[in-house]
T-cell receptor, first 110, second 111 residues
């Protein structure tokens, strides 16, 4: 069966610091991968998606970037965090219509 | 701008009752519809998907879709306290990778 991992689980970072969140999927090959953010009081917002290695589509312009260096690895990065980057970051995968979410990373920017 | 609307709640129902959760969407060409459950502090987990007009049942859960009215609902029969969570409606267009989520309805099942 498929498993999706995210780390770290929680993160507290100062404004202006860099960020790297990692997501890996096990038990499948060539999945579509997604990064979402869920801010307090707001819905899930799609940030990036990837249909293959090195293929990244951005849905929302911002100071975040994503990379997919391996088939089942998806990384979310920032060079300088903003206060507004605080939120719950969720990685998801799909191979058909349905998306399945990882456990998430809770980020607090102070 | 694709929109998915849900009543934020909270929706309170007594244990054993039927909980009815509703969702409307703006994009007429939407093809796939999903309900996710999200416990506080946790990630969303899939409950049901529905693609055709009508009802789809899975255990205590029934999803209902009416594409003409752009309306999808989730019924939870014999509600249990463990059903207390936020329920997210998500909609996907044909050929699209993107899921558009509603903000969720918070359900509270009272023992």
């Amino acid at each position: 069966s498929q498993t999706i991992h995210q780390w770290p689980a929680t993160l507290v970072q100062p404004v202006g610091s860099p960020l790297s969140l990692e997501c890996t999927v096990e038990g499948t090959s060539n999945p579509n991968l997604y990064w979402y953010r869920q801010a307090a009081g707001r819905g899930l917002q799609l940030l990036f998606y990837s249909v293959g290695i090195g293929q990244i589509s951005s849905e929302v312009p911002q100071n975040l970037s994503a990379s997919r260096p391996q088939d089942r690895q998806f990384i979310l990065s920032s060079k300088k965090l903003l206060l507004s980057d605080s939120g719950f970051y969720l990685c998801a995968w799909s191979q058909g219509e349905t998306q399945y979410f990882g456990p998430g990373t809770r980020l607090l920017v102070l | 701008q694709k929109e998915v609307e849900q009543n934020s709640g909270p929706l309170s129902v007594p244990e054993g009752a039927i909980a009815s959760l509703n969702c409307t969407y703006s994009d007429r060409v939407s093809q796939s519809f999903f309900w996710y459950r999200q416990y506080s502090g946790k990630s969303p987990e899939l409950i049901m998907s529905i693609y055709s007009n009508g009802d789809k049942e899975d255990g205590r859960f029934t999803a209902q879709l009416n594409k003409a009215s752009q309306y999808v609902s989730l019924l939870i029969r014999d509600s249990q306290p463990s059903d207390s969570a936020t329920y997210l409606c998500a909609v996907k267009g044909a050929g699209s990778y993107q899921l558009t989520f509603g903000k969720g309805t918070k359900l509270s099942v009272i023992p």
